[in-house]
Nanobody
Framework: QVQLVESGGGLVQPGGSLRLSCAAS????????MGWFRQAPGQQREFVAR???????TYGDSVKGRLTISRDNAKNTVYLQMNSLKPEDTAVYYC?????????WGQGTQVTVSS
């Protein structure tokens, strides 16, 4: 059974930082492309960042320069370091694992940026 479990969300003030984690089980983690998406209330799900099995990284335009994705294959975990957070970063953040037709999602973790 595939599980992606996100953690690290919470309430942070504008300009603050958070690090999200996504622990995967039930998959051969190292061969999967891992990504983060987010969805704000009333909005469509938005691409945030992706790191492939070969460690190629891409970011969504709205987060470039502020967020950093990384992975630890030994721990079956992908991370999202978020700095200089803005109120518009408020959303539920979802972890995604993808390879060919296999596509898995976590339950999400809430990030709220507010003073």
């Amino acid at each position: 059974q595939v599980q992606l479990v996100e953690s690290g969300g919470g309430l942070v003030q504008p300009g603050g930082s958070l690090r999200l984690s996504c622990a995967a089980s039930g998959i051969t983690f190292s061969i999967y492309n891992m990504g983060w998406f987010r969805q704000a209330p009333g909005q469509q799900r938005e691409f945030v960042a992706r790191i492939t099995s070969s460690a190629t990284i891409t970011y969504g335009d709205s987060v470039k320069g502020r967020l950093t994705i990384s992975r630890d294959n030994a721990k079956n975990t992908v991370y999202l370091q978020m700095n200089s957070l803005k109120p518009e970063d408020t959303a539920v953040y979802y972890c995604n694992a993808n390879i060919f037709s296999a596509d898995y999602w976590g339950q999400g973790t809430q990030v709220t940026v507010s003073s």
